[in-house]
């Protein structure tokens, strides 16, 4: 290919089918890297083609071979593209024959002759941090070797004339992460739609790259067991500033650990310093470190005295022993987790918990036992079935452990049967638990119900998301059948979760059919004296769910109105009667100074406030974001805009001009 421009193709695809893309930060690095050295000036033309979730390989074929193929085609391959990656590479090699495909990103590294033994059409494997890499793979095109002879390309797998798997030796990791060029600020990726608007859900960053530990399901950025290594402060808030300049509403960190170094506080002093600036960014969501030191609490304090929302993680896993030690997570400091969960609650800050089901050691009563101790404390917990990753402790040994699995239907995944604690029955029974927890537990179909619940009852969380179960199991009408068939496709992959979040938050019946569940089978099993109450707080969560109007069987029919606060336009339902205060008895439970004795009803009429834009999140399973949207009363508007300028807390954050009148209901008064 000497004498002429090389053309190369980076390809990536997304998980979910969302109106907004998602960022190709790989390929950017790739782009960005390969542009800047000299041995490939002016000697390459690089395109990023970045597909959503649902993109056909119809759709992706058209857009990448209508106009002819490149000489290089490269792919970022995950679980859930690898299968329709090698369909695309067959495609390329029937119009270019000569031409290159490299697969790179963790699904594939190190899995070479799995890899080439069903895609054959695959020629090369990244193993590692591909920038470097990548360079020097294209520096060999351009000056016409061939694919079948890259021993001096350190960090690769490919096979030679014979057909023999030849695997280089590793590359060292980068450790001056700053020779990678910023695919941001080098415009490698483009920010813009055609409008002018940011054109991604989130921004997507790193501050680092590496991970201490070493878990037995992970393999983050095939650098775990790693030293970490940090890109410069005046990088990062060049980057940052780009983004506020364009008004990005979410940065999402790629770390492994955000919160366990001390430039993690500076970069937060960045992001705060810039908002009040530019207005943005508004939230920061990252794997926040496992070992909560005094540098994550300063940073907490930090982001909350300044309204930096984030959801704060739990990433505890299991409670578990037998399960920790499998997992090599025994000496782990976030196994003391109660205490930190007490204090963010205190403070009334966010907090989610990750649990995983599945892992060695684990038994369904284990399980429920841990997930109703987390509960206790958190209410938001995100339970995710283990899954076998390549290159992990438990995909490579899966005989010690009595691994069965199989791979997915519509993706490349390995879905975890059964093992030596765990039968294939148990698991396919608290699969359905799962699904529940996932779409009203993480997702925050519900949220204060979760909290007075557990303070004002006896019943456990899992004790309700069964009874939905079983609810719906059982339940004659559409709404049940559709949830029923959620269900049974979450077997198959993530799609059915979004699809069933979006069905609840967007359709009417839906509301209703929970509505109905509530009243009839949950009400009846709370005391007397709380069952009025705990009927509001239902009722207000479902008011507060995010605005969001895709109906499949009925249509919300309550009128739209819009009003612009602090610079922001709401969508705004107003003066919506409460039987009771409930913003304010929220908050009080959460900080565990409610006077039980004050249960009589007290109305009053608030207005609630919604952030627009929840369609580009509603859907994906991205929880993180989708709390983002959750109606607000007027007082923590501006309880929120206060805090983001400056200004002293208003000490009320429920309440507020304009937000919430009392009025004295004959059963008694709330003081």
């Known amino acids: 290919m000497t004498g002429r421009r090389v053309t190369v193709s980076l390809v990536q695809q997304g998980v979910w089918e969302m109106p907004l893309e998602s960022m190709p930060l790989a390929s950017g690095y790739l782009k960005a890297s390969a542009l800047s050295d000299a041995r490939l000036t002016d000697r390459v033309d690089i395109s990023i083609h970045n597909f959503k979730g649902g993109e056909t390989l119809m759709g992706m074929a058209g857009a990448l071979f209508a106009s002819g193929a490149p000489d290089v085609l490269a792919f970022s391959v995950l679980g859930w593209n690898f299968r329709e990656f090698g369909a695309l590479a067959e495609t390329f090699k029937q119009i270019n024959p000569q031409g290159w495909v490299v697969f790179g990103g963790t699904h594939v590294a190190n899995q070479a ?11 090369i494997v990244v193993n590692g941090e591909g920038e470097l890499v990548f360079a020097d793979i294209l520096h ?3 000056q016409g070797s061939s694919k079948f002879t890259l021993a001096g390309v350190a ?39 055609s409008s002018g608007r940011f054109r991604y859900d989130v921004a997507l960053m790193e501050t680092n790259r590496g991970c201490p530990y070493k878990c037995s399901f992970c393999y983050w950025g095939g650098a775990v067991g790693q030293r970490v290594q940090s890109f410069s402060r005046d990088r990062l808030r060049a980057e940052l500033e780009l983004f506020a300049q364009h008004q990005v509403h979410t940065i999402v960190l790629c770390d492994a650990n955000f919160g366990m170094l001390q430039s993690d506080l500076e970069f937060v002093d960045d992001v705060i310093e810039l908002r009040s600036q530019y207005g943005y960014p508004r939230a920061i969501e990252a794997s926040w470190a496992k070992n909560k030191s005094k540098t994550f609490y ?78 206790r404390h958190v209410s938001r917990i995100a339970v995710y079935p283990l899954h076998l990753l390549p290159n992990t402790e438990y995909s490579d040994n899966k005989s010690k452990y009595g691994l069965v ?8 995944f390995e879905y975890i049967l059964s093992h030596n604690s765990m039968t294939y029955e148990e698991n396919q029974t608290v699969k359905r638990f799962l699904f529940w927890s996932r779409v009203m537990a993480e997702n925050a179909v519900l949220r204060d119900t979760w909290v007075a619940v557990r303070e004002l009852t006896c019943l456990t969380q899992s004790q309700v998301l069964v009874n939905l179960d079983e609810w719906v199991r059982a339940a004659d009408g559409k709404p049940a059948e559709l949830l029923r068939e959620f269900v049974t496709g979450s077997e198959n992959g993530d799609t059915a979760y979004g699809n069933a979040v979006k069905f609840l938050l967007g359709d009417r019946s839906a509301k209703e059919f929970l509505e109905e569940w509530w009243q009839e089978s949950v009400l009846p099993l709370f005391p007397e004296a709380v069952t009025d109450l705990l009927r509001e707080v239902f009722r207000y969560d479902m008011l507060t769910l995010p605005f969001f109007r895709e109906p499949v069987f009925s249509a919300e029919t309550w009128a739209v109105e819009t009003e612009e606060l602090h610079g922001d336009t709401f969508y705004r339902r107003s003066d919506v009667r409460l039987r009771y205060d409930v913003p304010r008895i929220i908050l009080e439970l959460r900080k565990g100074v409610f006077d039980h004795s004050r249960l009589s009803a007290a109305e009053v009429s608030v207005n609630i406030y919604y952030r627009m834009g929840a369609e580009h999140f509603v859907g994906s399973t991205n ?20 805090m983001r300028a ?19 209901s004959e059963g008694g008064a709330y003081s």
């Open 113 to 123: 002759e799995r890899t080439f033994r069903i895609h054959d059409d695959v020629d």
């Open 140 to 142: 060999e095109c351009v």
């Open 155 to 193: 960090g690769v797998s490919y096979r030679n004339e014979q057909g023999e798997l030849i695997t280089t030796p590793a590359r060292e990791r980068i450790q001056d992460l700053d020779i990678i060029p910023s695919p941001f600020l080098t415009g490698a990726i483009p920010l813009t739609d």
């Open 298 to 375: 300063n940073i907490v304090r930090k982001m909350k005295e300044h309204d930096m929302r984030s959801s704060f993680t739990l990433a505890l896993q299991t409670l578990d022993g037998a399960a920790l030690d499998s997992m090599n997570r025994r000496n782990m400091k976030v196994n003391d987790w109660e205490d930190l969960a007490a204090w963010l609650n205190r403070e009334g800050l966010d907090c989610y918990a990750e649990l995983i089901w599945g892992a060695p050691g684990e038994t369904v009563k284990s399980f429920m036992e841990g997930y109703d101790r987390l509960s």
């Open 405 to 412: 699995s199989v791979r997915g239907s519509s993706d490349d």
């Open 623 to 642: 929880h993180e974001e989708v709390v983002h949207f959750l109606g607000m009363t007027r007082g923590e508007v501006d309880e929120a805009a206060a």
């Open 646 to 664: 400056g200004q002293p807390r208003t000490g009320d954050p429920v309440g507020g001009s304009e937000g919430i009148s009392l009025k004295l």
